[in-house]
């Protein structure tokens, strides 16, 4: 383990932005690699610096902290660029998982990157990519959302626009929306597939699997499944099998297809045809991958 974590150190590089992954949970989780880069940079640029402390200290740890949150990153900036021509080494945190994916950090990457220097992502912990692990998706793709939009009027709409998608959804909530956010699914899809991720690797982490409405019932009986940061995969709706389409209807749907979006085309071919629109959607998308 040593020679590993003593490899890591020498390959560290001067004047380089290091975008270094932290745990979302269990501290145990952080890799030598980033161990390594959080030892010998001359400076952290964490969004919450009580966050990135207590995490150094539980390695022993100590280095020069400064807070990049979204609403400086723009500003902080340029004291970063002129760390990095100093020849400093400089490591991007996030207070959990990795950096600039629904946390500050985008913007730093872009602006160091366009001043000439080096920016090097150091792989880590991921609440997208931990919960589509264990969710049971069959799908090679799929569509991370981020959180979800506080407005209910919003949110709703973008629960619809998924009603009919081939991919699964990954998305956050928080728990004081998360009843509303359940209750808006369960009018749209209450059978749909889902899995609710709660507190990722921490003690208290859970998985619930099943319908939306089981998993809704789960959330109402039980007020501790509401607490704690959450991530829902939302598993795309099952395919409609052995649906006949007529030949009209699909020579409608090759027509439309070419002028309009496959959703669109596939809303107009049905109301022409009065065949069904998630047949058609479907035969679209399989005529595509011909």
């Keep these: 383990m040593q020679a590993h974590y003593q490899k890591a150190v020498t390959s560290i590089v001067p004047q380089t932005l290091y975008v ?9 989780d952080l890799s030598f690699r980033a161990l390594a880069v959080l030892s010998r940079a001359d400076l952290i640029c964490a969004e919450d610096t009580r966050v990135t402390q207590q995490l150094l200290r539980a390695y022993g740890l100590s280095a020069r902290l400064i807070s990049v949150r979204e609403q400086n990153e723009q500003s902080m900036a340029e004291k970063i660029i002129a760390a990095l021509a100093a020849g400093q080494v400089v490591a991007q945190v996030s207070d959990a998982g990795t950096p600039a994916v629904c946390d500050p950090g985008a913007r730093l ?9 080096q920016v090097l992502p ?3 912990p991921s609440a997208v990519m931990t919960a589509l692990s264990v969710a049971g998706v069959t799908q090679s793709d799929f569509y991370f959302a981020g959180f979800l939009p506080a407005k209910s009027g919003e949110r709703q709409q973008c629960l619809r ?3 009919e998608v081939s ?3 990954v998305m956050f909530e928080t728990p004081h929306r998360i009843t509303d956010t359940l209750a808006q699914m369960a009018l749209l899809f209450p059978q749909r597939s889902l899995m609710l991720a709660r507190e990722i690797s921490k003690t208290h982490e859970t998985y619930l699997c099943g319908t939306v409405a089981e998993i809704q019932m789960v959330l109402d009986k039980d007020a ?9 995969v939302l598993h795309p709706a099952q395919l409609e099998k052995n649906v006949d389409l007529s030949s009209e209807a699909v020579r409608v749907m090759q027509i439309l ?3 309009l979006p496959t959703k669109q085309a596939a809303v107009l071919a049905a109301q022409i045809s ?6 058609l959607y479907d035969w679209a998308i399989a005529a595509k991958k011909l």
């Design 122 to 124: 150091v792989a880590g």
């Design 20 to 28: 270094v992954a932290t745990p979302i949970g269990n501290l145990a």
């Design 257 to 259: 297809a070419q002028e």
């Design 167 to 169: 991919y699964p959804v």
């Design 109 to 117: 990457v872009t602006r160091v990157r366009e001043a000439g220097y």
């Design 161 to 163: 626009d998924w009603q």
């Design 274 to 279: 009065g065949e069904n629109k998630k047949a």
């Design 224 to 232: 501790n499944q509401k607490r704690g940061e959450m991530v829902l």
